[in-house]
């Protein structure tokens, strides 16, 4: 199968004046948004980036992300997408992490990148999307002065397409390679399953830092369809935008289907275009899935289940399970049946021996759409990829008697908030820079909105407010990751080899759950 880059042509060739994008206003066609990619390559290699190079970029979702994504592909560079919630150390260190050697910024995040321009150590070009009375380059013109066309440069389906941050149990973001051999492995599953035809128009609702939207925005091309880029996850935009641009197909976490119940601008638009909503990222709730449904009576329902490492979905839940009240509506706790060329095992975390159906073990899965690696991380490339192809997802689970996967537990120690992971040992690390802390540990509490939000457990020299010690974290890390509950304790529990004891810390907060996520 040809690269992503080459899909993109023929679609131009194949129909050069169907939409591409629509981005608020704006749309571009295929022949368009070929040329722009093109444009957007040939100003990359003028700015020195060649095959192999990082292009960072830190904005929200956009027509010039998506030109940008293909147009560093033309090249064989790889575009890193940076999470707009982080601080700005944490965005210098993925930048730098990464190599960047041009930077490219939305124009409300000139704020930020002003902050930390003297620490990037790689970038020499720093490139602002519209925005006035700053000192960078200025989108438009460097693409204006660039040729119409990209050197030729020699590229291969197993070169790496994008480079999306997760972070790692150390509190570190971890550079996941994925290649256009992994995309092209999910995508064509994907469109049949999602009964994508030529008519469809899918949402970009989720940001394109996220494997969500990122994948989704190549969805569109590698179909040939319209896709809608949502600027960020706002409930009423989304809606308004089903209705303005009879969208088809959209993919959101449960805590924006959960708001979307909760706006009254949502009830009152016309979504009834709606033929597919996928949904997944973090675990949902039955009364939050009944409630959309209820909203979207006429949309088929699908789970998805995957990883930023899996290059996306790697199970789903079929429509016809989305039945409450049928004889299976047990499966809707499901994560659904794998996909055709996705082999799962659970296993034994300790001896990575399987395990029989029906009981808990991490997940294991083998796919073409298993990333490359970490960027720059072999030690955590080798733990994750096992001899035969495996990968540890991380996740502990349980497979039925039917090949359906429930996702139990974690085997990491990651809090989903809304869709957004966070490590503990970023947090405790921002914890333990409060002069007042002496121990701590940052455990997931249910949450009626988020799903689950980190609670710190503290051990303190002094008496300070709960509120000092979380604005101490908000200037330190993002503000999503920070804790929204303080518990103050005599002492961590640990074992001998002074690991913290997780699952005690946890296991008051969710009594009377059946599982260990919400």
């Given at each position: 199968?040809?690269?992503?880059?080459?899909?993109?042509?023929?679609?131009?060739?194949?129909?050069?004046?169907?939409?591409?994008?629509?981005?608020?206003?704006?749309?571009?066609?295929?022949?368009?948004f070929d040329r722009r990619a093109d444009r957007a390559a040939a100003a990359l290699a003028g700015s020195g980036v060649g095959r192999g190079d990082r292009v960072a970029i830190l904005d929200k979702n956009s027509i010039e992300y998506a030109e940008q994504m293909f147009g560093a592909a033309r090249l064989g560079a790889v575009q890193v997408p940076v999470n707009y919630r982080l601080a700005p150390d944490e965005v210098a260190y993925i930048v730098n992490n990464a190599q960047a050697k041009t930077f490219i910024v939305g124009a409300e995040f000139v704020p930020v990148l002003d902050a930390i321009a003297g620490k990037l150590d790689h970038t020499t070009h720093t490139v602002v999307?519209?925005?006035?009375?700053h000192a960078h380059l200025d989108y438009a013109s460097w693409l204006d002065e660039a040729?119409?066309?990209?050197?030729?440069?020699?590229?291969?389906?197993?070169?790496?397409?994008?480079?999306?941050?997760?972070?790692?149990?150390?509190?570190?973001?971890?550079?996941?390679m994925l290649t256009h051999d992994n995309f092209a492995a999910v995508l064509p599953l994907a469109r049949d399953a999602w009964g994508i035809e030529d008519s469809s128009v899918m949402a970009v609702a989720m940001p394109m830092y996220h494997v969500a939207g990122s994948a989704l925005t190549v969805c569109v091309i590698f179909d040939g369809i319209t896709g809608v880029l949502n600027?960020?996850?706002?409930?009423?935009?989304?809606?308004?935008?089903?209705?303005r641009h009879r969208v088809t197909h959209i993919f959101l976490v449960p805590v924006l289907m959960q708001f979307m119940q909760l706006i009254p601008e949502v009830a009152e638009a016309d979504m009834s275009s709606l033929r597919l909503l996928l949904y997944g990222a973090s675990p949902i709730s039955e009364d939050v899935l009944r409630g959309?449904?209820?909203?979207?009576?006429?949309?088929?329902?699908?789970?998805?289940?995957?990883?930023?490492?899996?290059?996306?979905?790697?199970?789903?839940?079929?429509?016809?399970?989305?039945?409450?009240?049928?004889?299976?509506?047990?499966?809707?706790r499901s994560a659904g049946l794998a996909n055709p060329s996705c082999e799962l095992r659970i296993t034994d975390p300790a001896t990575q021996e399987d395990l029989p159906r029906g009981e808990v073990g991490e997940i294991l899965c083998r796919t073409p759409q298993v990333m490359k690696g970490y960027w720059g991380m072999p030690e955590a490339t080798a733990d994750a990829l096992l001899p035969g192809g495996w990968l540890r997802t991380g996740d502990a689970g349980y497979l039925d008697e039917d090949g359906y996967l429930y996702i139990h537990d974690r085997v990491k120690d990651m809090i989903i908030s809304g869709g957004e992971n966070i490590y503990p040992a970023e947090v405790e690390n921002a914890l333990m820079g409060h002069?007042?802390?002496?121990?701590?540990?940052?455990?997931?509490?249910?949450?009626?909105?988020?799903?689950?939000?980190?609670?710190?457990i503290v051990v303190l020299s002094a008496d300070v407010p709960d509120a000092d010690l979380i604005d101490h974290c908000r200037g330190a890390i993002a503000h999503f990751k920070c804790p929204t509950s303080v518990e103050r304790r005599e002492s961590i529990p640990r074992n001998l080899t002074g690991k913290v004891l997780k699952h005690e810390l946890r296991a008051p907060y969710w009594q009377g759950q059946d599982r260990g996520v919400h």
């Open positions: 199968m040809p690269g992503l880059t080459e899909i993109l042509r023929e679609r131009a060739k194949t129909h050069p004046d169907r939409v591409a994008f629509i981005a608020g206003d704006a749309r571009i066609t295929y022949r368009d999307i519209g925005g006035l009375d040729d119409a066309a990209p050197p030729e440069a020699g590229t291969d389906t197993s070169d790496v397409f994008v480079q999306l941050y997760s972070s790692g149990t150390t509190g570190l973001p971890k550079g996941v600027r960020e996850p706002d409930p009423a935009a989304i809606a308004r935008a089903i209705e959309t449904m209820r909203l979207l009576p006429g949309s088929g329902f699908m789970q998805v289940y995957g990883l930023t490492e899996t290059t996306g979905v790697i199970t789903m839940l079929p429509v016809e399970d989305h039945d409450p009240g049928g004889p299976n509506a047990h499966r809707l002069p007042a802390v002496k121990d701590c540990a940052v455990i997931g509490v249910p949450d009626a909105h988020w799903g689950e939000t980190p609670k710190a």
